[in-house]
């Protein structure tokens, strides 16, 4: 029974490429939610995600932040043309249909921008 | 908005001592609560959560937290700390009367544990 899923562990990427973090929620979960950690500080709501729809996105940077849930596959959160900025733990957490909204969490994927 | 305030940045206790991590919310109505633990690394695991009913919840390693609405509190015992607890704590709060599922977390205790 496996729990939610995060690829990569870390990332490493320089100043103006892209940065794609994968997440696969728990089976039979279909709320995904991301948050970003950054140094020092505790986690803040990013994204939320069900198949194909995002429900809410009030937390997500206005530029260079998008994210995605298909039909098929996992969530992706891409980051384009990276900055320093963003180097940080991004979590992923997955919830059922279930009116209780309990998230449980991935390892996350640390980025790092060089 | 909900807030969230952990105002224990860091505590050292010594294994075997009891343990109390604080957590206040700033909220409108009664909100769900939460207590994760994190460890160097790692995700989130989920300590224990109160949605309504008794105001004393039982979690898992021997954790509890009583929910107190005069307070606005949601502190995290443990009577009996093991070495094994050196963590990171979160307070986290979700909205009941919103539909809003996204969490407001704390900024987090870090624990050390003293042999």
């Known amino acids: 029974n496996a729990g939610v899923m995060q690829n990569p562990r870390h990332l490493v990427r320089r100043r103006g490429q892209e940065a794609r973090l994968r997440c696969s929620p728990m089976?039979?979960?279909?709320?995904v939610y991301w948050y970003r950690q950054l140094p020092e500080e505790g986690l803040k709501f990013m994204v939320y995600l069900q198949k194909e729809n995002i429900i809410d996105e009030s937390g997500m940077p206005k530029e260079r932040f998008s994210a995605e849930f298909p039909k098929e596959g996992p969530s992706i959160l891409r980051i384009q043309q990276v900055v320093r900025g963003d180097s940080a733990a991004y979590f992923c957490a997955s919830s059922s249909t279930g009116g209780e909204n309990i998230q449980y969490f991935g390892a996350g994927t640390r980025l790092s921008v060089l | 908005a909900q807030s969230v305030t952990q105002p224990d940045i860091h505590i050292t206790v010594s294994e075997g001592a009891s343990l109390e991590l604080r957590c206040n919310y700033s909220y409108g109505a009664t909100p769900y609560l939460f207590w994760y633990v994190q460890s160097p690394g790692q995700g989130l695991q989920l300590l224990l959560k109160?949605?309504?009913?008794?105001?004393l919840v039982q979690g898992i390693k021997g954790f509890e937290a009583e929910f107190k609405r005069s307070q606005s509190s949601f502190n995290l015992r443990k009577p009996s700390v093991h070495w094994s607890d050196a963590a990171e704590y979160f307070c986290?709060?979700?909205?009941?009367?919103?539909?809003?599922?996204?969490?407001?977390f704390g900024s987090g205790t870090r624990l050390q544990v003293q042999p």
């Open positions: 089976k039979g979960h279909s709320h």
């Open positions: 986290a709060v979700g909205e009941s009367d919103t539909g809003r599922r996204a969490l407001t």
């Open positions: 109160y949605f309504s009913g008794d105001t």
